[in-house]
């Protein structure tokens, strides 16, 4: 499968403990795209890579989320000291410069 | 920024009828306009897109169709099937940007 993956595709974890999500992009695609989905609404956007340059981040990522590309393939997206309202779907996005952006199967992450 | 409204939220067509699903957006710099299918579990799946220098897009069943000057851009599916079934999303985008979603359009195809 030569698709975008996550892993892992589902987290439970408690509040307060950091969680760090993993997205293996597309081969040759050198944009990396974060988003999060959370129960009956559209993805939002949180933060792209071109190549291992972050190049925007949205004002929804908060000082307790951090995300790396640190060799421009996969890319990492950490949440530390995490609260209920993290609890949401993140999903992964890959394109070839500014083109089609393709998801992955997302991981689901619940904070209880 | 960008803002993306969707309509309906939900669908419910007899297998066989058209299906139409309808998104206006704010930002006129916006030029990129792909429409995703999700089913349930899984993440978007790209199903078509159009760019602002076109008016009219088709694959098959699929269809889009953009007015640029109402912003308003919207997708037309015929011969809907049981697979046709999903949460539909639109998205736009200055290209190779960010993508601003709408709020998803639940499609039900009735056997």
């Known amino acids: ?112 | 920024g960008e803002n993306v409204e969707q309509h309906p939220s939900t669908l419910s067509v007899q297998e066989g009828d058209s299906a139409v699903i309808k998104c206006t957006y704010s930002d006129s710099a916006s030029n990129y306009f792909p429409w995703y299918k999700q089913e349930l579990g899984k993440g978007p799946q790209l199903i078509i897109d159009i760019r602002s220098n076109v008016g009219e897009k088709k694959d098959q069943r699929i269809a889009v169709t953009l007015n640029k000057t109402a912003k308003h851009f919207s997708l037309h599916i015929t011969e809907t099937q049981p697979e046709d079934s999903a949460v539909y999303f639109c998205a736009a985008s200055p290209e190779g940007e960010k993508l601003t979603f709408g709020t998803g359009t639940r499609l039900t195809i009735i056997p």
């Open chain 1, 1 to 112: 499968d030569t698709g975008v993956s996550q892993d892992p595709r589902h987290k439970i974890t408690k509040r307060g403990q950091n969680v760090t999500f993993r997205c293996d992009p597309i081969s040759e695609h050198n944009r990396l795209y974060w988003y999060r989905q959370t129960l009956g609404q559209g993805p939002e956007f949180l933060t792209y890579f071109q190549n291992e340059a972050q190049l925007e981040k949205s004002r929804l990522l908060s000082d307790r989320f951090s995300a790396e590309r640190p060799k421009g393939s996969f890319s990492t997206l950490e949440i530390q000291r995490t609260e209920q309202g993290d609890s949401a779907m993140y999903l992964c996005a890959s394109s070839f410069r500014q083109g089609r952006q393709y998801f992955g199967p997302g991981t689901r992450l619940t904070v209880t």
